[in-house]
């Protein structure tokens, strides 16, 4: 079991950046597979990134490859997002996910979720 939280989420203007954070708790974090996700309004929930258990792997969407970067930290059980160069169709709502396999790049594959922080792009 694991419960997350986000943070890093806020305002911020096209070309800038922000860091997100996803803190975990529980004993086996690094059992786990992390995702972020985002969701704007009227839109389905779409994937993001993933990163495998030690790090080793990381996918991206094509539309943030190459300006958004996944990494995690399991002795501080963090998992981050650092957006660089951001655009407004870059805003959503932002969830961090943890899935208990060794890889998932799907929403169903994830089975722990945070609530979510808003990151809002402006032109």
């Known amino acids: 079991q694991v419960q997350l939280v986000e943070s890093g989420g806020g305002l911020v203007q096209a070309g800038g950046s922000l860091r997100l954070s996803c803190a975990a708790s529980?004993?086996?974090?690094?059992?786990?597979?992390m995702g972020w996700f985002r969701q704007a309004p009227g839109k389905e929930r779409e994937f993001v990134s993933a990163i495998s258990r030690s790090g080793s792997r990381r996918e991206y969407a094509d539309s943030v490859k190459g300006r958004f970067t996944t990494s995690r930290e399991n002795a501080k059980n963090t998992v981050y997002l650092q957006m660089n160069t951001l655009k407004p169709e870059d805003t959503a709502v932002y969830y961090c996910?943890?899935?208990?396999?060794?890889?998932?790049?799907?929403?169903?594959?994830?089975?722990?979720w945070g609530q979510g922080t808003q990151v809002t792009v402006s032109s």
């Open positions: 996910a943890a899935a208990p396999r060794l890889w998932g790049t799907t929403a169903n594959e994830y089975d722990y």
């Open positions: 529980g004993r086996t974090f690094s059992r786990y597979t």
